[in-house]
């Protein structure tokens, strides 16, 4: 019933930039907060990132002043811009929300995208 779509990932030189979207689609009565989150090989999903539909933010300590997490609560988005790119943020970047779907109940449940890979080569 409700999905989330990233897309722009792909391979980038370190001290690029590359911005990932992500749209949230289906029967959604609202979104509370919405962030992303990363996996690298070998290592646990972290939070990169996350937003309040307020607009309050929190990043993590490693990605603070180089990525810049915005949604637009009209269209169900999120993007995440990434600046200043280092090899070790290579990971797998999952989308995430929390939201309250269009039921009897208005029930609110955690959903994830499917994924998108961010490379950055030295």
């Known amino acids: 019933q409700v999905q989330l779509v990233e897309s722009g990932g792909g391979l980038v030189q370190a001290g690029g930039s590359l911005r990932l979207s992500c749209a949230a689609s289906?029967?959604?009565?609202?979104?509370?907060?919405m962030g992303w989150y990363r996996q690298a090989p070998g290592k646990q999903r972290e939070l990169v990132a996350s937003i309040t539909s307020g607009g309050s933010t929190n990043y993590a300590d490693s990605v603070k002043g180089r990525f810049t997490i915005s949604r637009d609560n009209a269209k169900n988005t999120v993007g995440l811009q990434m600046n200043s790119l280092k090899p070790e943020d290579t990971a797998v970047y999952y989308c995430?929300?929390?939201?309250?779907?269009?039921?009897?109940?208005?029930?609110?449940?955690?959903?994830w995208g499917q994924g998108t890979q961010v490379t950055v080569s030295s």
């Open positions: 289906g029967s959604i009565f609202s979104i509370n907060a």
């Open positions: 995430n929300a929390e939201i309250r779907i269009r039921d009897y109940y208005r029930r609110q449940y955690e959903y």
